[in-house]
C-alpha cells in the first residue's frame, strides 16, 4: 500500500502537478465507498475521472447510461462523484479527476481491506469523548458517503452496534455513564435498483468525568401538596444548587410560564448566589391572594442546564381542612348543653312544686 503511494507522488512529481494532495480513501470490500471530487467549478461541468491503475482507463467515456460496463463494475458517476456501490480488491488504485480540458488534477489512492481486516476498524475508526451525568449523542460519520441528490440513491437510514453486541444499541444518552464507553459501530444503508449497499464506521466513545456536579432541585420535592386557607397569602421556594453560570430555575403554571411581574396575582422572583465552585438559586413563587382557581393547577420549578437534561419538580395547592377533633367535639358540646338547659328546668320545677306544696300545708 505505501509503495503505491510512493509511485503514485513519483507520478505528480514527473508529470508536474505535484502541488495538488493525494488523498487516501480506505474501504471494506462489499461496502459503498465515494471518491468527491474538490474542483471548485460549476457542479454541472462535466469532470473527468481516469483509474491510473488500468492503464489510464477513462471512466468517465464508458460510463453512459448505457453502457453494459456500468453493471459489471459496479461504479457510477455523479457531477463530481464517483460512486463504487460494492467495492472490491479490483478497485483498489489510483484515481484522479479534473474539469474536462483542465491540466491539473486532484489525485485519490484507494484501498480495499478484507472484510474482517483489523487494519481497517483501526484506520477507519473515529474518536468522541462525552461527560458523565451529562446528556451525550454519538454521530455516524459520513466521509465518502453519497450526495444527498445523487439520482435513484436512497438513504435507507443509520443503525448501531455496540462492539461484542449483537442487538442495536441506543446511540444517545440522557445521562452518560462510565460504562456507556466503548467501541460502537454504525452501518450506513443506501437503496440503489432495488439493492441495499452498506457503509460502515467505528466511532470510540471516551466517558471522561464531567467537570461539573450534577445540578438538582433541593426542594420542594416531587408532588409536594401545600395546604393553605382560602384568600390567604402563600410563599413557596424553588431551591436549587447547580454548577453553571448559565444554569437557570423558574416555574411554570400548567404549560404556561409564571411571570416575574410583582403586580400580578401570581408571580415569582429569582435570586442567585455563587460560591467558588456552585451557584445556588431559589425561585420563589408568590400568592398574593389563594382562589379556588389556584388550587385547581399544578405547579412545576423546572430546572433548565446548559450542559445536562432539564429537571424539573411539580407541586400542588389544597384548602386547610377543619381539624378532625374540632369538628366531632362540637356536636357532644351542643348535647351537652340542651341536657344542661332540660336539668335546669326540671329542677326548677321540682322545686316549684315543692314550694307549692309546702304553702298548702301551712294554711
Request: charged share 20%; glycine share 4%; hydrophobic share 35%.
Amino acid at each position: 500500500m505505501e509503495v503505491n503511494v510512493l509511485l503514485t507522488l513519483l507520478l505528480l512529481f514527473l508529470t508536474g502537478v505535484f502541488s495538488l494532495r493525494l488523498k487516501t480513501v480506505y474501504t471494506r470490500a462489499g461496502e459503498m465507498v465515494v471518491l468527491h471530487c474538490p474542483q471548485k467549478n460549476d457542479p454541472n461541468t462535466n469532470v473527468l475521472w481516469t483509474n491510473q491503475t488500468r492503464q489510464e482507463m477513462n471512466l468517465t467515456s464508458i460510463m453512459s447510461p448505457q453502457s453494459a460496463d456500468l453493471n459489471q463494475m459496479n461504479v457510477l458517476l455523479h457531477g463530481h462523484s464517483l460512486v463504487i456501490l460494492r467495492a472490491s480488491l479490483s478497485h483498489q488504485g489510483n484515481y484522479s479527476c479534473s474539469v474536462r480540458n483542465a491540466s491539473r488534477k486532484f489525485w485519490f489512492s484507494l484501498t480495499v481491506y478484507e472484510p474482517q481486516s483489523t487494519e481497517y476498524e483501526e484506520r477507519n475508526r473515529y474518536s468522541t469523548t462525552c461527560y458523565t451525568q451529562e446528556s451525550c449523542t454519538l454521530y455516524c460519520p459520513t466521509a465518502n458517503i453519497p450526495t444527498r441528490d445523487t439520482p435513484n440513491i436512497t438513504d435507507r437510514g443509520i443503525t448501531w452496534h455496540k462492539e461484542g453486541e449483537t442487538v442495536s444499541t441506543p446511540h444517545d444518552f440522557p445521562s452518560a455513564v462510565e460504562r456507556d464507553g466503548g467501541i460502537y459501530k454504525c452501518i450506513r444503508s443506501f437503496l440503489y435498483d432495488g439493492q441495499i449497499y452498506n457503509m460502515s464506521f467505528s466511532v470510540m466513545l471516551k466517558i471522561q468525568k464531567s467537570e461539573y456536579g450534577k445540578p438538582e432541585i433541593i426542594s420542594p420535592q416531587q408532588n409536594d401538596v401545600f395546604h393553605i386557607d382560602l384568600g390567604s397569602t402563600l410563599v413557596i421556594e424553588c431551591k436549587a444548587v447547580a454548577y453553571s453560570d448559565y444554569d437557570v430555575v423558574f416555574w411554570l403554571s400548567e404549560n404556561s410560564f409564571v411571570d416575574t411581574d410583582e403586580s400580578l396575582p401570581v408571580f415569582y422572583n429569582f435570586s442567585r448566589t455563587k460560591y467558588i465552585d456552585e451557584v445556588n438559586m431559589t425561585a420563589s413563587l408568590v400568592f398574593k391572594d389563594v382562589s379556588e382557581e389556584d388550587l385547581l393547577k399544578k405547579y412545576t420549578c423546572k430546572l433548565e442546564s446548559d450542559h445536562q437534561q432539564s429537571s424539573f419538580i411539580t407541586i400542588s395547592l389544597a384548602e386547610k381542612s377543619t381539624p378532625a377533633h374540632r369538628v366531632s367535639l362540637f356536636p357532644v358540646l351542643c348535647t351537652l348543653a340542651v341536657i344542661a338547659v332540660v336539668l335546669i328546668m326540671v329542677l326548677l320545677l321540682a322545686c316549684h312544686v315543692k314550694r307549692s306544696k309546702y304553702s298548702s300545708c301551712s294554711a
